[in-house]
């Protein structure tokens, strides 16, 4: 019994000091807020308070409405953002291993995805547009595109940090170069991974709602812009700060998984 609760509570401990830390991000967040619109009051009406926007979606007469319309194009880009992410994800993991078992093949390739890299999307995206057309899937490519570079580079470096002399014994002992990958570089490189998708999160988000804005009309990306022009201003104000909470929370959601995980594949690692 003892022992198990010294499990539970080894567990819960890194989670708790993930998300304090987050939860005190939150607050200086809604602190700087106000501290802006304070600072700068000439925004006049076109500024909204955290206590507008609440007003807007929980307790003004039209806060129903409002709730309805902004949710949807939030499932929207939830939906986008999640195909991206998984889509971008997958895809680095892949290549990663591809280059870190095939040195030859990375030496040619990665230069080119580096320059790929440094082209803006925006500039990109007439092309993904005319490619992939303007729905779903050219607004997860582009979510898809945010998510693999920074991702790729992540998952290289952690299969790269994998201990040496455990790959040459798996070597040694017969195995290949891709048996090695798995039963040594792969659980080494879990921290790594894990960083990245807690960075691959936001990226998402903001890729979908480029796409969202650029491409396919849809979506709270699209809403955005529909907003301004109409003077929708606590519309505007409180899409943003729905975006900013659900990143916020996607982030945390990784985080815990990433404590739980390695505090199964790697408990002796030092998540301080």
């Not at 926007?53 to 929207?76: C, D, H, Q």
């Not at 606590?234 to 659900?246: D, E, G, P, Q």
């Not at 959601?253 to 594949?265: D, I, M, P, Q, W």
Request: hydrophobic share 55%.
């Amino acid at each position: 019994m003892g022992a198990s609760v010294t499990r539970t509570l080894s567990v819960l401990r890194p989670i708790g000091r993930f998300l304090l830390p987050l939860l005190v991000s939150l607050i200086l967040l809604v602190a700087l807020w106000y501290g802006f619109l304070k600072l700068y009051p000439q925004v006049g009406l076109v500024g909204k308070s955290p206590g507008d926007v609440w007003k807007y979606l929980v307790t003004g007469p039209t806060s129903g409405n409002a709730r309805k319309v902004i949710f949807e194009e939030m499932r929207i880009t939830l939906r986008d953002a999640l195909i991206g992410f998984g889509s971008g994800m997958g895809a680095a993991l892949a290549v990663a291993a591809v280059f870190i078992g095939v040195p030859a093949v990375a030496q040619a390739f990665m230069p080119v995805a580096m320059l790929l890299r440094s082209v803006p999307l925006v500039a990109i995206t007439p092309i993904i547009v005319l490619v992939f057309g303007r729905g779903l899937m050219g607004v997860t490519v582009m979510a898809a595109i945010v998510v693999f570079f920074p991702a790729l580079v992540m998952i290289m470096t952690g299969l790269r940090s994998a201990p040496r002399q455990a790959t040459e014994l798996v070597v040694a002992y017969g195995g290949s170069n891709w048996t090695a990958m798995r039963m040594v570089s792969i659980p080494a490189a879990l921290p790594s991974v894990f960083a990245a998708a807690r960075v691959s999160v936001p990226g998402a988000l903001i890729g979908a709602l480029l796409g969202e804005w650029l491409g396919s009309g849809t979506g709270l990306g699209a809403g955005l812009i529909r907003a301004i022009p109409t003077f929708q201003y606590n519309r505007l104000w409180a899409s943003i700060a729905l975006v900013t909470v659900v990143s916020v929370f996607a982030y945390a959601v990784v985080g815990v998984l990433e404590n739980l995980v390695l505090a199964r594949f790697a408990p002796q690692r030092d998540r301080d």
